[in-house]
């Protein structure tokens, strides 16, 4: 739905804020009714007592002393009483049966002989029945009137209603946001640790701790999180020992073949010989960059892009000066492992170099809490269907690269996966112009 939050947070809160509010309005709703219920008896109640008391006051009066007595009385509710000699007529309906009862039952509790009990009884009200209208004819024929008016009882009708509601909304709003914020918590540092351990397997476990479901959940992703980091590192083992111990024959290898006679045979033998070392000493680099365990700290990233792009420059001394540029602030502080971060570096100029002809770097500041530096080439590019699996590791297009640059394809992916473990990321993408462009992020 297109109002409907996003996060779990917000759909919990929703849920549970829009349950408490149909509770609270429902609640308060019943209270307010059975007051305003409650109220109306009291006060047909209080009408019921101050009739039976003035009929009692006026059947047990003298007939001459009558008049005079109700002018005298005080009624503690608006009442209008009149003594007739003839049945008054009344412009209303008759009240509903409870209210007749209720009256009827009052005055049969009355102690009065039956004689001096009221003839007729008759009760009329309005629809409302804010005023009422009570008729009693008295045993010696006159007919006593009491017209009453009775103050409007309305179910919310309370000063402190409102305040009341919006403190008790107030407060189980600030209750339900910090008991969904506490049981929410887990999911994001589940999911930060998820994000944590594919930057890096080495990423520290999680704790254990909290409810049992949530431990539960704690110790499995910690089960599983040992698992990769077991195979990861079995495969990093395996791929070093096998490249440290061919050493050993390759140096047998090398040795004999300075002993073949013929030149052009041995000057091959030795090419292939050094080749082989070359993708060996690789391989054990790449080793190294999985298992070296260095520690982060803040560097100047601008520097050490300059840093990199002058000794990659002074190893190429028949390079023109102008391939190597770079353009950006002069200082940009990152957190980072210096070595590592070097060797990514030097990985993606050494590629745009030998396979662009040129490597300029353009730093840009800090956006989205991400920092961004483009290495752009002027060679003569890759197919798009290629941009991704140049990062495989071993993987060589031979279109674009040859024997004679050295290159084993492990440059791209080692770069990778070191900015992967910063954090950040490195991807190519064709430059319109011409050529490939390396795009690093990083963490500011």
Known sequence: MKYWPASLAARTAVLLLGGLLVTQVGGLSLYSLDRAEMLNSAQESELSRQIVTIYRSQVLARPEHRANLIDQSRFNVAMTVRLTGDQPAVALPMAPAALQRRLRSDMQMTPLPPSLRPRTILVHSDARQERIVVVLQLPEGQWLQADMTL????????????????????????????????????????????????????????????????ALAAAAFNTMAARIRRFVD?????????????????????????????????????GDLDELEATISATLAFGRDATLA????KLDFAALVTTVLHEAGDARPLLDPAAIAFDGPSQLAVIARPVAMKRALTNLVANALNYGGSAHATLQPPAGGMVTLHIDDAGPGIGPEDLERVFLPFLRLEASRNRETGGVG???PIA???????????VLVRRPGGGLRASVTLPA
């Open 151 to 214: 103050l409007p009882i309305w179910p919310w009708h309370s000063s402190a209603f409102l305040p009341t509601f919006a403190v008790m909304s107030l407060v189980a709003t600030l209750l339900t946001l910090w008991a969904v914020q506490r049981l929410i918590r887990p999911v994001g540092t589940l999911a930060a640790a998820a994000e944590a351990l594919g930057r890096d397997v080495n990423a520290p476990p999680l704790p254990e701790s909290g409810p049992a479901e949530l």
């Open 234 to 270: 079995d495969r990093t083992f395996l791929l070093t020992a096998i490249g440290h111990d061919l050493r050993t024959p390759i140096t047998r290898l090398r040795l004999r073949a300075e002993d073949v006679e013929d030149d052009e045979q041995r000057r091959r033998m030795i």
């Open 294 to 297: 260095e520690p982060a700290t």
């Open 410 to 412: 492990l440059g791209l």
């Open 416 to 426: 990778r996966n070191i900015l992967r473990a910063h954090g950040g990321d490195v």
